[in-house]
């Protein structure tokens, strides 16, 4: 059959013209079928662009304050606890000061300040080493400034604990699930870890979303000061423009979220100068 | 043609159809009965309108994508927004969602996926509801 090119342009026009529509058409009446059911939009959820937190050491005075709000982010979130440094999962723990603020120590400061449990948990940074790491993408920058984990997509490398440098990431070297306080308590409304994953603090977005402030400033009795960074008339900037508050290696440019305030000094031995 | 050793090569066959075969004739004529799926647990008949969030069909072929989807919502786009079925609210959870409802999960979920040898590794992390055995 021969055929000119009038008449090829024709039926190639129409072929594609009848192809378009046909799936179009196709795609229209199934989406018609699986129509999505009725959704009631979340509107407890607390709304954030970068959400952080200030810590104010001179209210943190206690032991038993420290425990109570570390074992209360542990519990609802079934971290297990193996008892041995080298199996341990940590969302929020402690440090001494030299430790959290590297470099910043000298032998004349004061000595309860030297000793002072320091509490650290993941800075949720405005740019975040481990997530520019993550091969998979498991772990990534929420729009609310919280530095998520997805635990389904972990696979364990392990490469955004070498890159955290606040040591926030634990990795689950053990079925979590073996731990001696998850068999006798596990909270049924949040997952446990399986083995093999790297965890860490996620600021409670499960209780975020239901209007709820993260455990451990619950807890903390107004230790923690937990609001939105982008907020000028937020309670957090408030404080954080009336006092100085220092970070943890602001140096290494992640930009931390958590701040602490050192202060709170009674001054009562300053040696008079003459 | 003359084969070599043709009498062991033989038996070796035979032997070799008769075990390779084994799992055919030895459930010849059993019929493995179909999972019968429960779903009259103590939540759902508190129910006025007993509606899963898709008709049935769709939930029994579509479960897993529409778990992966709820996934990929709540977790990776923090949409919790809740799915309203004839006034009743449900959370886009496995966990919080589903289970709430089908709280029997060895006469839900394990029935099929046995049946059909699937492992899906949701239990690894996700807590199952407690179950009183009856």
């Known amino acids: 059959m021969s055929m000119n090119r009038r008449d090829f342009l024709k039926i190639a026009g129409i072929s594609t013209a009848a192809g378009i529509g046909g799936t179009a058409?196709?795609?229209?009446?199934?989406?018609?079928?699986?129509e999505a059911a009725q959704t009631a939009p979340n509107t407890e959820a607390l709304a954030g662009k970068r959400w952080g937190i200030a810590i104010d050491m001179s209210k943190l005075k206690s032991d038993e304050s420290i425990k109570r709000i570390t074992e209360a982010c542990h519990r609802i979130h079934n971290v297990p606890d193996f008892s041995n440094t080298k199996d341990e999962v940590k969302w929020i723990w402690t440090e001494t000061f030299e430790h959290s603020f590297p470099g910043q120590e000298h032998k004349f400061m004061p000595?309860?300040?030297?000793?002072?449990?320091?509490?650290?948990?993941?800075?949720h940074c405005d740019k975040p080493a481990c997530v520019r790491v993550c091969p998979t993408k498991a772990t990534f920058k929420r729009?609310?400034?919280?530095?998520?984990?997805?635990?389904?997509r972990c696979i364990g490398c392990r490469f955004c604990m070498a890159a955290c440098p606040f040591g926030a990431r634990s990795f689950n070297y053990k079925d979590p699930r073996l731990a001696k306080n998850l068999q006798e308590y596990m909270n049924p409304e949040f997952p446990t870890r399986t083995i093999g994953v790297v965890e860490k603090c996620t600021f409670c977005y499960e209780r975020l979303s239901k209007g709820l402030k993260p455990a451990c400033v619950d807890e903390s009795n107004g230790a923690l000061v937990f609001g939105d960074l982008d907020d000028p008339a937020s309670e957090i900037r408030k404080i954080l423009a009336s006092k100085h508050t220092i970070r943890r290696k602001p140096e290494l440019g992640t930009e931390p979220n958590i701040f602490y305030i050192i202060g709170g000094n009674d001054y009562a031995v300053v040696p008079e100068i003459k | 043609m003359?084969?070599?050793n043709g009498g062991k090569i033989l038996l070796g066959l035979i032997v070799f159809a008769a075990l390779f075969a084994s799992p055919f004739y030895l459930n010849m004529g059993?019929?493995?009965?179909?999972?019968e799926l429960k779903i009259d647990t103590p939540e759902i008949q508190k129910l006025k309108d007993k509606k899963c969030v898709e008709p049935k069909e769709f939930m029994r072929a579509e479960h897993m994508q529409v778990l992966n989807n709820w996934r990929d919502a709540v977790v990776r786009d923090g949409d919790r927004n809740q799915i309203i079925i004839s006034g009743q609210k449900y959370d886009k959870s496995l966990q919080n969602g589903c289970m709430k409802c089908h709280s029997n999960k060895k006469d839900f979920c394990d029935k099929c996926h046995n049946y059909v040898a699937v492992k899906p590794y949701c239990w690894?992390?996700?807590i199952?509801?407690?179950?009183?055995?009856?």
């Open chain 2, 30 to 35: 059993k019929v493995s009965a179909k999972p």
């Open chain 1, 143 to 152: 729009s609310d400034g919280i530095v998520m984990q997805d635990m389904h």
């Open chain 2, 2 to 4: 003359k084969i070599y």
């Open chain 2, 124 to 126: 690894d992390c996700h």
């Open chain 1, 25 to 34: 058409l196709a795609s229209g009446l199934k989406k018609g079928v699986l």
């Open chain 1, 111 to 123: 000595e309860d300040m030297k000793h002072k449990p320091f509490l650290l948990l993941c800075n």
């Open chain 2, 128 to 134: 199952a509801p407690k179950e009183n055995k009856s």
